[in-house]
């Protein structure tokens, strides 16, 4: 088992504080007096997701929606399956995925494709961390938070094999 000790912080508890500062201003300027539904992707998103509402400084609803996509701890195998589905109807609603982080980009444009088939008015995606070298398929970011390079992260909601999601800063696991 790795000491979280050991692992090299890459992004600080106050630097993902304003982060998410930032972007919750963003999409409550964008969304005035709509009435979004966030649909977080589990699990990685949920500490991100539950900062983030309480920032906005507009009324939502929000859903979760579970994917997994098979493959090793470090890498995603491109295959992605639903496992928990969507409890909200999203049809003519303003929907904003909130992800813990665009890597291949497979996991959000399948999540993309899922909500489009079920006719939403608009469809945006927030995401607090990118790592554009490794993106497989174009995906538009339309709130980022952080570009990262090519390194393996845990915290804030992510994880290696389920370790590290309780961490409250984004640090590095190198082989
Ligand atoms: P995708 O490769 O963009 O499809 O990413 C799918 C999922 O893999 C993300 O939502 C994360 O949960 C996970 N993932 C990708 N890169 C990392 C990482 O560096 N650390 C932890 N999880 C990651
Ligand atoms: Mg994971």
């Known amino acids: 088992m790795i000491s979280s000790d050991s692992l090299e912080v890459l992004i600080t508890e106050e630097e993902i504080g304003r982060v998410v500062h930032r972007l919750a201003q963003e999409i409550s300027r964008d969304y005035g007096d709509k009435h979004p539904l966030l649909l977080g992707i589990l699990k990685g998103s949920f500490v991100f997701m539950s900062d983030l509402v ?84 174009d995906v538009i970011i339309d709130y980022l938070g952080v570009k990262i390079p090519d390194r393996f992260v845990v915290g804030y909601g992510l994880d290696y094999d389920e370790w590290f999601r309780d961490l409250p800063d984004i640090r590095v696991v190198d082989d």
Do not use: M, W
């Not at 497979?106 to 909500?115: E, G, H, N, P, Q």
């Open 54 to 137: 309480r920032l906005l400084e507009i009324p939502v609803e929000i859903d979760f929606i579970r994917i997994s996509s098979y493959g090793s701890s470090k890498v995603s195998s491109g295959k992605v399956r639903v496992v928990h589905g969507l409890n909200s109807d999203v049809k003519g609603r303003d929907v904003i995925i909130i992800d813990d982080i665009v890597d291949t980009g497979l996991a959000t444009s399948f999540v993309i494709d899922y909500l489009r088939k079920r006719k939403p008015a608009s469809v945006k995606v927030c995401a607090l961390l990118d790592k554009p070298s490794r993106r497989q398929t």
